[in-house]
């Protein structure tokens, strides 16, 4: 069993930054890939990055890719999302999900893949 707590939302000025924590417990922690998906009102659940158990791999959806960078510390059982350069449409609850073992790129975005979910963190960015 692994549980998952996010922290780090807020709200935040367009074109500005905010790094979402999401803290694991368990000994296992290294073992699992991590995502983060996000929620808006009245929308689908959307992948926005995972990384994998190592570090090595990371995967990102388009319309974060090259904004926002997913890492991992396992010493710390901490994964984390640094977001750059905001927009008024990344505002959503953010959430952290956790898998074990590995994923395939075909199904990292897919949310019934992931066995374990935080609480979410609310990110609101104003224009």
């Known amino acids: 069993q692994v549980q998952l707590v996010e922290s780090g939302g807020g709200l935040v000025q367009a074109g500005g930054s905010l790094r979402l924590s999401c803290a694991a417990s368990g000994r296992t922690f290294s073992t699992y890939t991590m995502g983060w998906f996000r929620q808006a009102p009245g929308k689908e659940r959307e992948f926005v990055a995972a990384?994998?158990?190592?570090?090595?791999?990371?995967y990102y959806g388009a319309s974060v890719k090259g904004r926002f960078t997913i890492s991992r510390d396992n010493a710390k059982n901490t994964v984390y999302l640094q977001m750059n350069s905001l927009k008024p449409e990344d505002t959503a609850v953010y959430y952290c999900?956790?898998?074990?073992?590995?994923?395939?790129?075909?199904?990292?975005?897919?949310?019934?893949?992931?066995?374990?979910w935080g609480q979410g963190t609310q990110v609101t960015v104003s224009s």
């Open positions: 990384i994998s158990w190592s570090g090595d791999d990371t």
């Open positions: 999900a956790a898998r074990p073992g590995p994923i395939t790129p075909k199904v990292v975005v897919r949310t019934n893949e992931y066995d374990y």
